[in-house]
T-cell receptor, first 114, second 112 residues
Framework: EPEVTQTPSHQVTQMGQEVILRCVPISNHLYFYWYRQILGQKVEFLVSFYNNEISEKSEIFDDQFSVERPDGSNFTLKIRSTKLEDSAMYFC????????????FGDGTRLSIL | GENVEQHPSTLSVQEGDSAVIKCTYSDSASNYFPWYKQELGKRPQLIIDIRSNVGEKKDQRIAVTLNKTAKHFSLHITETQPEDSAVYFCAASGSNTGKLIFGQGTTLQVKP
């Protein structure tokens, strides 16, 4: 069964540094998402992306965050100047169509800000 | 704003018993309700979902019910097994962008 893949599995970064989290969605999927999960808490929506544009973003997704689909397979999340509170698990997800369709999650990237 | 409330936060049952987890949602436009199981340190995995045109759906030991009028939906696990132990999240979506709003999660412990 095809899977969403994410790299790296764990990223440790100094506060104030930029990080890029990478995702390869399932190949025939068109809708891509980033979610984050602070340790022990619920999964929170960050952003949805379709047709090379952001479809929707949450209040968490401020100017420090950006997403990009630099080629036909990768989908990236960039945090420009990391803060301690950005420490979390970041999950990428994708699905074939928006609305009423199962979203498939990657294994996540654990981001630790020091 | 959109919100999904989930309870209980923890649930402990004996192996073989049933477990029920309940969620309520605030956005009446929500029309898709998946349930995810998350084991420690792993990805959320979809275990069952239901759409708003259906009141109940079953897959072996797992069932989900939806009451649109009351805006709540529930996960039922019968004949629980120790491997069912995990955190379970409900979610709701009604946005035309596919955004999922998650509940706070329920830690299910099945005692052998």
């Amino acid at each position: 069964e095809p899977e969403v893949t994410q790299t790296p599995s764990h990223q440790v970064t100094q506060m104030g540094q930029e990080v890029i989290l990478r995702c390869v969605p399932i190949s025939n999927h068109l809708y891509f998402y980033w979610y984050r999960q602070i340790l022990g808490q619920k999964v929170e929506f960050l952003v949805s992306f379709y047709n090379n544009e952001i479809s929707e973003k949450s209040e968490i997704f401020d100017d420090q965050f950006s997403v990009e689909r630099p080629d036909g397979s990768n989908f990236t999340l960039k945090i420009r100047s990391t803060k301690l509170e950005d420490s979390a698990m970041y999950f990428c997800a994708s699905d074939r169509e928006y609305s009423n369709q199962p979203q498939h999650f990657g294994d996540g990237t654990r981001l630790s800000i020091l | 704003g959109e919100n999904v409330e989930q309870h209980p936060s923890t649930l402990s049952v004996q192996e073989g018993d049933s477990a029920v987890i309940k969620c309520t949602y605030s956005d009446s436009a929500s029309n898709y309700f998946p349930w995810y199981k998350q084991e420690l340190g792993k990805r959320p995995q979809l275990i069952i979902d239901i759409r708003s045109n259906v009141g109940e759906k079953k897959d072996q030991r797992i069932a989900v019910t939806l009451n649109k009028t009351a805006k709540h939906f529930s996960l039922h696990i019968t004949e629980t097994q120790p491997e069912d132990s995990a955190v379970y999240f409900c979610a709701a979506s009604g946005s035309n962008t596919g955004k999922l709003i998650f509940g706070q999660g329920t830690t299910l412990q099945v005692k052998p």
